[in-house]
């Protein structure tokens, strides 16, 4: 469907309408992200079973609703539709005429047996971009498991270099997998909507959070291929061969520092007044510093609890990569990003005003979709009567079918 863009204040994904068959985070945050440019979500929710099992995921919940399903669905519309209905499958299939791409993130195996790929769709809509985001991908002996982060984490061989080195493998703190592959089908979601405009033709597009993890692990999967290195679980979360560049203590917290660059190392001996290291052959270059890191690393510990973090960060600011190492809290609070506007202010029925984090994507038009993620079904009728100018008398049949739960 053409993309129009008259109006210069919209996103520029403005005119897109994306079916959303998703739920629980990976999938609807890839989604969210379209939301933010522009783009028209219809998320398509099973009535049989409530919706997005996300809108019961605590700490806090109500009423078929959460603060973990707000975070991944403002500004998009719902819509229950019974796929093992046949009324409800037709009723798919005359969305599916009136959309640009179709997206879920389903097990890998179920797409095919769905008809939700567009094999089984192109003869409804030949420039549909259909996307599946999945735990292993729609192939190869894992396609038919389901897959998590952590699960995806620990094979890709993340836990093996997070965490002390005395302690156990651990997760990261944040569901990076999820939100990384997420963006991935993001990117393969308009780079087929771009194909498309231009040939008229759709394509398949097949995203896994396991291959998104392997390919994350870039230089260090090179290394490990290409030589005798293999990474390792460090102490202060430090890089694996740059030194300094890792957290240190400070007299009351902690700090990050990292010297990528020889003149980023010159400029912190310096600041924390031991230029005297600086001419010291035995930490003159990376390779230098990184042999004898035993030997330097106590040296500017012990000096970093000298000062505050907040007295290092003032020192470092704008010289040395720096920054202290904050709780979530204190990062939201942070002026850069209340400088970039990035926090958002929505109005929700049950919150009241709700605080939600926008795209990093900022351009004319985006994070514009100030508007709470929807109750379940809530567009239902809207959509039927706008979209496919259903009248009651149909919308009826099709609730008595069952095909709308």
């Not at 398949?204 to 490990?224: E, H, K, P, Q, R």
Request: some cysteine; charged content about 20%; hydrophobic content about 40%.
């Amino acid at each position: 469907m053409p993309i129009n863009k008259s109006d210069s204040s919209t996103g520029p994904l403005s005119g897109l309408r994306i079916l959303a068959i998703s739920q629980f985070g990976a999938g609807p945050f890839a989604t969210q992200n379209l939301v933010d440019l522009g783009a028209e979500v219809i998320k398509i929710e099973d009535p049989t079973v409530g919706g997005d099992i996300a809108r019961y995921v605590p700490p806090t919940t109500g009423k078929a609703d959460s603060l973990y399903f707000q975070s991944f669905n403002r500004g998009k519309k719902s819509i229950t539709i019974d796929l093992r209905n046949s009324e409800g499958i037709n009723l798919f299939h005359r969305l599916v005429e009136k959309s640009d791409a179709v997206f879920n993130n389903l097990r890998g195996d179920l797409p095919a047996k769905l008809g939700i790929t567009y094999k089984s769709l192109e003869h409804l809509n030949p420039a549909l971009v259909t996307c599946s985001l999945s735990g292993f991908g729609r192939t190869g002996p894992r396609a038919s498991e389901p897959g998590y982060d952590p699960i995806i984490q620990a094979m890709a061989g993340y836990m093996s270099i997070t965490g002390d080195p005395a302690g156990p493998p651990e997760k990261s703190g944040i569901s990076i997998i999820d939100f990384a592959a997420g963006y991935a089908a993001a990117m393969g979601i308009v780079a087929g909507l771009l194909e498309a405009k231009t040939s008229g033709k759709g394509r398949d597009i097949d995203v896994s959070l396991f291959d998104t993890a392997v390919a994350m692990l870039n230089y260090l999967g090179s290394w490990t291929l290409n030589s005798e290195w293999r990474a390792d679980r460090t102490n202060n979360s430090s890089h694996q061969t740059l030194v300094p560049a890792q957290n240190f203590q400070t007299k009351d917290g902690w700090i990050s520092v990292f010297c990528a660059k020889e003149h980023f190392w010159q400029k912190f001996a310096e600041l924390i007044d031991l230029p005297e290291l600086i001419s010291d052959e035995r930490f003159s270059s990376f390779a230098a510093r990184f042999h004898n890191r035993e030997l330097l690393l106590p040296i500017i510990s012990e000096q970093l609890k000298r000062k505050t973090t907040a007295e290092w960060t003032a020192l470092f600011r704008g010289i040395v990569p720096s920054g202290p190492v904050n709780s979530i809290y204190d990062a939201l609070e942070d002026e850069q990003i209340k400088a970039r506007n990035l926090i958002m202010d929505i109005e929700h029925p049950i919150y009241g005003n709700m605080r939600q984090i926008g795209s990093p994507v900022i351009t004319e038009g985006s994070n514009r979709t100030l508007k709470a993620g929807p109750i379940l079904g809530e567009h239902t009728d809207q959509i039927l009567d706008e979209l496919l100018a259903y009248d009651e008398n149909k919308i009826r049949k099709l609730r008595n079918s069952g095909a709308l739960g």
